[in-house]
Structures are given as structure tokens and as C-alpha cells.
């Protein structure tokens, strides 16, 4: 399989021309016609002609494509296709606030075409002054978080979006609440609308009203409670669960699928067999103050001491705790709490993975984080297995997880659950903090990745920007000696602590 890029009309733009071969060996070209910085797999072609198609007679479609698959190609695809064809000047995207950054790194990597983008943050004030600012020749694209979108009615209005494109949809699931109801009153006046989620909300069909009403509200209409009573009989104490009605089932799925391309993992043959993801976080204010005093107390203090790679981890070990939420005081024993931000982007990963029905393994290193992340499973009221150097019943927890259907959630100390056991019910990894050995770290990581996986894999780590996060996972992931490598930048005369 090989790539060939052309010029085209002269407007600088690339077409890209896949060449495959069938069984007789003849070779067969596919045009993308993709506006990207990048090789399409075939469903992620598929789903950027699916869309453009759909466009055409449709305001809205829904791309339920779960998460490694690429639905952030696709979607900048479409948005340069649009722009390019002079039929969109602003995108507005909504997401969760933990991963407004990832959509900046997205547009850099893949985009082939002209654009600003930035991400609305800061006070209201501030995320007005910002969006108003967003007028040009290019394609201009602005980024707010759910929570603060519907803050910003009547600036987002004047902006005036010709694409809103709602990333992990599921967000807006709930049909009365603030975010959801901005964007039902907004979506009626915007030309061209996204929702991408990895959940399977056929799994729970109610979940769908909202989000189709914000893409077509013909679909399934605009009153919730007349969508309900069509589709769903009332069930259980107090007549409040909704159950699907059996003769309601092919309709239902028919019409969520007149507008939706769907993607599995297990589906898309031309998928890695692995896919890594690096979710990049930002540290509150207060906690990055906190973070850079520490890292110029430690620096002096390095000074100070003999030159080893002990003393040099050591310090590194402080900073790492840091990023990961928590930190110890002059009484190791006092831990105090100092960031959620890594827990905030769990939360939201953990929402679109598992309420797809699908399960997630979570690995740690520092025992503070399992308890943040143990607290966070019961407060969703998610069953979960937990294995680390504490934990007794080890085969119990790992059966549980493998063949409980209900077990959604494995949470594992990377230490204590990276040898010996099998966790292929589940192909999704997230790393929320990073052990520096590379045996330890491969180690982990194999758990999902061996005999008895059905499906891709996918790793996604959760690193605080700007920080020692970073440097530890480009060690990790070249396979290089992080001792040996800081080591040698003090040596050098810089701080093995900056960035």
C-alpha cells in the first residue's frame, strides 16, 4: 500500500490518491479528496464522503466512531473541504474543558488549509474579548469548554458560527440542562453541525433525543417527553426507568443511523494494532506556581548534593507526585491534595468509554492517585476491580474484571499490575501518571496487548503540560535511559527539571 499527492487547481491544496491492490494484484486509486496533512485509513475516507454527502440535503450528522479510530482527522477534513468550497467562515467546537487543548494540536497536525484557532479560556470577559477577535480571510475556529459555552449566549450569536461541531456528545445528553438547551436554540441557525462520540448510544437510546435535536430536530422532533412516550414504555418503582419498546427497535435504530457513520475498533481492519494518544493537561494556576517553585527549589538543592542518578530521581519523584495531583509535606505521611486537573480528563474518558458499554483499564503509580481515582469509580457508582501491592485476592480482582460484564473498570498500580495478568476484555489503557523504568512501563502496557485481544489497542496518557511529564514519556517512548539522559543535561549546565 503507497501514498501519491498531486497538486491540484493551484490554490496550494493537496488531493491525495490511495493506491491499494485487489487479489489479482491490479491496483486500485481511491481519491480522498481530503484536505489533510495526512494518510487517511480507508473508514476515516469513508466517513469524510459520508459526511460531505449527508451535507447536502442535512444540516447535522453524527460521527459515532469510537475513540482511537480518528474522528478529529475526519472532522478537520470536512472542515477544510467546507471552508475551501467557500461555504463556511467560522467553526465553533464545544468539548469537555480537558481536552480544549488536544483540538489546537489536531488542527496543527492535520489541517492543509489556512486557519486561526483558539481556545476560549479565562474569565467571560476575557472569552468574549477573545472570540471577537476571531475575523479573517481564514478559516477562523474558536474552542469553549460545555460548561461555558451557554455563558457566552449572545457573543457566540453575534460571532455567528457557520459549523458547531460537539466533540464527546454524550455531554449533552440530558436534554434540560444549560449547555444542551444554548445549543438546540443556536444549532436551528447554523448551517452545518458534528457531534463525535465514542459511546454507542444505541445502548441507551434515550441519551439520543438530545443530541439529534441539536443536528435535526425532524429527526426524532423537539419535544423530549413525545419522543419518549413514542419509543419507550415506563418501567420500575415510580415508573421512571425507560425501556426501549421492542416494536420501537428497528425504527429507532433506522433514524439514528439516516444521518450516523459508525466506527468500531473491532470494524475498521485497517487500524493499527496500536494507537497512542497523548492527552496533554493543564495544570490549575495555583498548582503550576506550585509546581515551578519546586522545580527551582530543586535545582538548587541538586547543586547542593553529590551528582547521582538517585539524587537526581529523586527530585524528579516530588515533581512527578505533583503533576499527578498530590504531594507530600515535611511529614511523609501528610499527603495534600494540589491539582484535579489529570482527574477531571479521566473523568471524561472514563464517561465515553464506559458508557459505550465498553471496559477501561486505568494504571497508576503513586498510591494517592489510586485513591483519588477509587473515589471518583464509587461517586459514578462504576463497579471496578483494583489490584496494588495491598490488594490480597489478586486473581479475584483480575477474574472480576475479565468476565464480569458489569466490571467496567480495571484500576491498577503500575508497579503491582504490570506482570503476570491478562486484561484483554478491555483494549483501551489510560496511563494517568508514568513509572520511569522502561521494563515496567512495557510491561503494563502489554496487559492488553496479547494473546486473546480481539481488538486494536489504544494507550492514552495523561501528561501536564510543561512539565517533567513530558520528558519522562519521551524517554519511555524512545526507549532511552531518563537517569542517564538528565544526568547529562546537568552536566551540560541546565536544569534536568526544566522543559
Not at 485487489?22 to 469513508?46: C, E, T, W, Y
Not at 477544510?80 to 467562515?89: A, C, D, S, V
Request: hydrophobic share 40%; proline share 2%.
Amino acid at each position: 500500500m503507497v501514498w501519491r499527492d498531486r497538486k491540484v487547481n493551484g490554490n496550494g491544496t493537496e488531493r491525495q490518491y490511495r493506491v491499494i491492490r485487489n487479489k489479482r494484484g491490479d491496483k486500485l486509486i481511491m481519491n480522498s479528496d481530503m484536505p489533510v496533512k495526512a494518510q487517511p485509513f480507508k473508514h476515516q475516507i469513508q466517513a469524510f464522503k459520508f459526511v460531505m454527502n449527508k451535507f447536502k440535503n442535512s444540516s447535522g450528522v453524527a460521527l459515532l466512531i469510537e475513540m482511537g479510530c480518528g474522528k478529529s482527522l475526519i472532522s478537520v477534513a470536512v472542515a477544510g473541504k467546507l471552508f475551501n468550497e467557500e461555504k463556511i467562515k467560522n467553526i465553533l467546537i464545544v468539548c469537555p474543558l480537558s481536552i480544549c487543548g488536544v483540538w489546537q494540536e489536531e488542527f496543527l497536525k492535520f489541517s492543509d488549509f489556512d486557519y486561526k484557532l483558539k481556545i476560549l479560556k479565562g474569565t467571560s470577559e476575557k472569552k468574549a474579548e477573545v472570540l471577537s477577535s476571531l475575523i479573517g480571510r481564514v478559516l477562523q475556529v474558536a474552542v469553549i469548554n460545555y460548561e461555558s459555552v451557554w455563558r457566552l449566549e449572545s457573543q457566540v450569536k453575534i460571532w455567528n458560527p457557520d459549523m458547531i461541531i460537539c466533540d464527546e456528545s454524550h455531554k449533552i445528553k440530558n436534554h434540560n440542562i444549560l449547555a444542551s438547551k444554548f445549543l438546540h436554540k443556536l444549532g436551528e441557525k447554523t448551517k452545518y453541525k458534528l457531534i463525535l462520540t465514542g459511546t454507542a448510544i444505541t445502548n441507551k437510546a434515550i441519551d439520543i433525543f438530545s443530541q439529534y435535536k441539536f443536528l435535526d430536530p425532524n429527526i426524532f422532533g423537539k419535544n423530549f417527553y413525545t419522543f419518549r412516550n413514542h419509543y419507550f414504555d415506563m418501567t420500575g418503582y415510580g415508573q421512571h426507568v425507560p425501556v426501549l419498546k421492542e416494536s420501537m427497535k428497528d425504527e429507532i435504530k433506522k433514524k439514528i443511523h439516516s444521518i450516523a457513520f459508525v466506527a468500531k475498533k473491532s470494524d475498521c481492519l485497517d487500524l493499527p494494532q496500536v494507537t497512542e494518544i497523548v492527552r496533554k493537561v493543564d495544570l490549575e494556576p495555583c498548582a503550576l506556581k506550585i509546581y515551578k517553585a519546586l522545580v527551582k527549589e530543586s535545582f538548587v538543592q541538586l547543586k547542593k548534593m553529590e551528582i547521582s542518578t538517585t539524587n537526581i530521581l529523586t527530585k524528579i519523584l516530588r515533581l512527578s507526585q505533583l503533576t499527578g495531583g498530590f504531594l507530600s509535606g515535611d511529614n511523609e505521611k501528610r499527603i495534600c491534595k494540589i491539582s484535579t486537573a489529570k482527574l477531571k480528563a479521566l473523568e471524561d474518558i472514563i464517561d465515553g468509554v464506559t458508557e459505550s458499554g465498553k471496559k477501561l483499564v486505568i494504571m497508576a503509580r503513586f498510591l494517592p492517585e489510586i485513591d483519588a481515582i477509587k473515589k471518583l469509580l464509587v461517586k459514578k457508582n462504576l463497579d471496578f476491580s483494583i489490584l496494588t501491592g495491598n490488594v490480597k485476592n489478586r486473581e479475584e480482582q483480575i477474574k472480576k474484571f475479565q468476565n464480569d460484564k458489569n466490571t467496567l473498570v480495571f484500576l491498577g498500580q503500575i508497579a503491582s499490575a504490570g506482570l503476570g495478568i491478562t486484561l484483554v476484555a478491555s483494549s483501551t489503557m489510560v496511563f494517568y501518571s508514568l513509572d520511569y523504568s522502561m521494563s515496567n512501563f512495557e510491561q503494563a502496557k502489554a496487559r492488553i496487548h496479547r494473546t486473546g485481544q480481539l481488538e486494536p489497542c489504544t494507550y492514552i496518557y495523561l501528561i501536564a503540560s510543561n512539565t517533567i511529564d513530558e520528558k519522562i514519556l519521551k524517554a519511555l517512548k524512545n526507549k532511552l535511559d531518563l537517569a542517564k539522559s538528565l544526568t547529562d543535561e546537568y552536566k551540560s549546565g541546565r536544569s534536568p527539571y526544566e522543559i
